[in-house]
């Protein structure tokens, strides 16, 4: 008696797969758990871009605030808004108005301090040099009220170092000549004995004479309290424009010369 074989022949097996000219097949390794592994390399994945775009961002966020910074302290040292408080420069400014200030006009640089970084700077007889200008007569001013430096006023200049001033009966004269003095409206009711300007310092006065707590009444401002001139009104709209300042003019000086 034959038994069939359990042995499959050969032509029982599964046709192995057909290979086409040119073609490739991964060859696979078996694992312990008779796990598939791709023998192959895998590509290489592209580096992840979140944290590099993060960082970026960051970078230009700070150079944005600190160009803004700069701009803003540039401006800031160059003009400022006030508020005008009372009203001791009426008829020409009010309460409650806006102004713009310009601090940069009167600045000065101080070489004496400068020479304690550049040693080859010399800062000569005369270590303060004006980089624009000094004040001038008939400029409207905001200072730093001399006895409570925390407190800012606005008035106008009336005389500079050097000059001679008083008041008589309201009457200003500035080097015994008298101001023709447009911006008033009204003479003041006070007078004010004859003194010398001295260096560095201004006569200021409010155009509301009998309304103003000014240089008549408490003396002189020194040339560091001042924080600009007064150049522009921006509100309220109707006030919008300029604010007053003049040129007070004291004549021609004749000399004669030998």
Known sequence: MTFPSSNPSPSDEAPAPEQTPGSLTSPVLVGADDGVIDALPAE?????????????????????????????????????????????????????????????????????????????????????????????????????????????????????????????NGVVFVNDIKLDEPYIDETPNYDFAEQVVPARSYFVLGDNRSNSFDSHAWGFVPKENIIGQAVFSYWPFEELGGVGNTEINLGFIRISLP
């Not at 871009?49 to 966020?61: F, I």
């Not at 310009?102 to 004496?112: D, G, P, Q, R, S």
Request: hydrophobic share 40%; no cysteine; aromatic share 10%.
């Open 44 to 168: 290489p994945q592209p580096q992840p871009q979140t944290m590099r775009r993060v960082r970026r961002a960051g970078w230009e966020l700070m150079q944005t605030l600190i160009l803004a910074a700069l701009i803003f302290l540039a401006v800031r040292a160059m003009a400022q808004n006030f508020r005008v408080e009372g009203s001791s420069m009426e008829p020409g400014l009010h309460d409650g108005q806006y102004l713009l200030v310009n601090k940069a006009v009167y600045f000065e640089i101080n070489l004496e301090k400068v020479a304690n970084y550049l040693p080859f700077i010399d800062g000569g007889d005369e270590p303060r040099k004006v980089l624009f200008r000094s004040p001038k007569r008939g400029d409207v001013v905001v200072f730093r009220y001399p006895k409570d430096p925390d407190r800012n006023f606005i008035k106008r200049v009336i005389a500079v170092p050097g000059d001679s001033v008083r008041i008589v």
